[in-house]
C-alpha cells in the first residue's frame, strides 16, 4: 500500500490508474490508499466545467489544459460519462484526447463512468480527485454534462466552477437548467463567434440580475471559441482571478470545510449502508419488499426488522 | 392518530391535505400515521406522467382526470415541482389548476415542492401517494417534469409510466433526455396537430428499435392534442390495455416489489442518518469538517469518530 501511495506522489500514470479503478469499483482497499494519500492533498486548483451538451466543453477543457501546459503546470482530467445508450460518442471521443497528449507526462486524463448506485459517482469523482491533487497535478479539471442533480454535486467540491453556455442553440438563457445558474462561479460563453453572442449576453446578465440576490456574487461573463483557441487565455486569467479573490476572502477554505461537510455525510451514509449489507442479503431484502408489496407487512417494521439484524438499532 | 386516519380513508380533503404537509415537512407523527394507513392502501393505479418543460404535461394531466371523473372513478393529482428561481409560475399555475376543479370532490389536486435533501421528494411523493391510495381514490396521477434523476426515481413508483413529447419543439428525439426513454411504458406525442408530427413520430420509433433490447416491451405510441382534449380517450384506454397486460403476466406485482425493495433502502438511509442526527450537532460536523479540510484529520478517521458517537461501530 505504501509503496503504490509512494509511486502515485511520483506521478506513475499506471499507478494513478489503478487507483482511480479501485476508486470506481468501489473496492475495499481503495479506503486504506486514499489514507495515506491523504495528508498530501489540498494543494491542486480544482475547476469544475460544466453544461449542455453541445457546448463544446471537451474542446475548451482541452485549450485550457494546453494553456496551463505552457505555462508549466501539470493538469488531471476527470471526464464523467453519465451512462445513458448516447454517451458511447463521448468515451470513444475522450479516447481520442488522451491519444493526443499521450506524449505528454505532464498531463493525466481519465474518463469516469457512474457505476449506477446514488452519489457513487460524486463520490469517486472526488476520491479520484484527491489521488490526481497527491499526484502533483496543478490544476485537475472536472468536466460534466448539466443535466442533473448529480452533476450539480460533482461540481460542488470544485474551487471554481464554469458554467458553458453557446448563443443561439435554439435555447433562450430562459431555458438554463434549474440549478445551472447558482452554482457559476464564471460563465463562459463558447462559440462567441456565432450570430447572437452579444444578444444572449445581454439576456443572460438581465436574468442573473433578477435570479441572483442582491449581494450574491455576480459571476464574471468570458466569451471564447475554443476550435480555435480564442479567448482561452482571458477565460484562464479570469479563473485565476477568481482564484485569488476567494482566497483573500477566506471563502475558498469555507467552500473546502462545506465540501468536506457533505463528503463526510456521504461518506457516514456508505458507510453505514455497507453495515447494513453485511447482515442482509438481496433474497432476505426481497423477502421482505414482496411481503410490504402484498401488505402483510408495513415498510416501517421492515425496515425495523432488517436494523435489528445488522444490530443497529 | 387513528380519527385522522379514519378521516383520510373517508376522503376528507383537510386531512388528506394535513397528511402531506406532515410527509412534506418530514415530521415525526408522519411514520406513525402511514403505518396506521399502510394496510388500506395497493388499491390505486399510479399513472407517472413526465416529459420536458413545454410538453403540455399538465394540460394533459388535467384532460386525463376529467376523463376518469366522467367514468366515475376518483382521482389524485401530485404535481411535483422541483425548486428553481424559475418555477414560481407552476406553482401559480397549478394553484389556477385546483380551482378549476374546486367544485368536484372526487378530484385532489396537489403541487409538492422539494425540501431540498437528497432523495428526500421521491420519499415524500410515494408517501404522499400511499396517503391518497388509502383516501380511496381509483387513479393518481403523479406529474414530473422530466430533467433529472430524482424525476426518474418518482415515476418509478408508478404502475404505467407516460414520457410527454412534442413534434417540432426545436429538439430532435436524438436530445431526448438520458433516462427518459428506458422509463416509458407508454409515449405521448402531445401537440400532435403541428406540422412534423409523422416525422417525429417515424424518428422516435426508428430511435427506440436501436436503444431498446431486442426482447425489451415496445411502449406504444398515443397522439394527443390535449389543448382541444383529443385522443384522451384513446390515452386512457391505451393506459388501462397496459395495466392489463402487466396484471396478466404478475409484472405489476413484480414492479411493485421492486419498487418496495428500493423505498425499504431509502427508509433505513433515513432511519440511520436520523439515528447518526441524534449524535451529531451541525456545529460538531462543522469542526470535523474543518479539520479534514485542514488536512488535521482523515474523512475516514471523522467517519469513525461520529459513527462511535452514535454508538453504531
Not at 494519500?37 to 477543457?61: E, M, N, W, Y
Not at 463562459?188 to 445581454?202: C, L, M, S, T, W
Request: contains cysteine; proline residues 4%; charged residues 25%.
Amino acid at each position: 500500500m505504501s509503496s503504490w501511495a509512494e509511486k502515485i506522489r511520483a506521478g506513475d500514470v499506471r499507478s494513478i490508474s489503478r487507483a482511480i479503478t479501485t476508486i470506481e469499483d468501489a473496492r475495499p482497499e481503495a479506503e486504506a490508499l486514499l489514507r495515506e494519500l491523504f495528508p498530501h492533498t489540498g494543494r491542486a486548483a480544482i475547476v469544475g466545467v460544466t453544461g449542455a451538451p453541445g457546448t463544446g466543453k471537451s474542446t475548451l477543457v482541452d485549450r485550457l489544459a494546453a494553456h496551463y501546459r505552457r505555462e508549466g503546470q501539470t493538469v488531471g482530467i476527470l471526464a464523467i460519462d453519465p451512462t445513458s445508450p448516447f454517451t458511447g460518442g463521448a468515451i470513444l471521443g475522450d479516447r481520442i484526447r488522451m491519444q493526443g497528449h499521450a506524449s505528454d507526462p505532464g498531463i493525466f486524463i481519465r474518463s469516469m463512468a457512474t457505476r449506477g448506485w446514488l452519489g457513487g459517482l460524486a463520490q469517486s469523482t472526488a476520491e479520484a480527485a484527491l489521488v490526481l491533487d497527491a499526484a502533483g497535478k496543478d490544476v485537475i479539471l472536472i468536466e460534466t454534462v448539466g443535466v442533473g442533480q448529480d452533476e450539480v454535486e460533482i461540481v460542488r467540491l470544485a474551487d471554481c466552477t464554469l458554467v458553458v453556455l453557446v448563443p443561439g442553440l435554439g435555447d433562450d438563457v430562459q431555458s438554463l437548467k434549474a440549478g445551472l445558474m447558482e452554482i457559476a462561479d464564471l460563465f463562459v460563453i463558447n462559440k462567441a463567434d456565432q450570430p447572437g453572442a452579444d444578444r444572449f449576453e445581454r439576456q443572460l446578465r438581465a436574468v442573473l440580475e433578477i435570479v441572483l440576490e442582491r449581494d450574491a456574487w455576480r459571476p464574471p461573463l468570458v466569451r471564447t471559441v475554443a476550435t480555435e483557441d480564442k479567448g482561452v487565455g482571458d477565460l484562464a486569467a479570469a479563473i485565476g482571478r477568481f482564484g485569488a479573490t476567494i482566497e483573500d476572502g477566506g471563502k475558498r477554505s469555507r467552500r473546502r470545510v462545506e465540501h468536506w461537510r457533505e463528503r463526510l455525510v456521504e461518506l457516514i451514509h456508505r458507510r453505514l449502508m455497507l453495515r447494513v449489507g453485511q447482515h442482509l442479503d438481496a433474497a432476505q431484502l426481497e423477502r421482505l419488499a414482496a411481503a410490504v408489496a402484498a401488505r402483510q407487512k408495513d415498510p416501517f417494521a421492515a425496515v425495523d426488522e432488517i436494523l435489528e439484524k445488522a444490530g443497529i438499532r
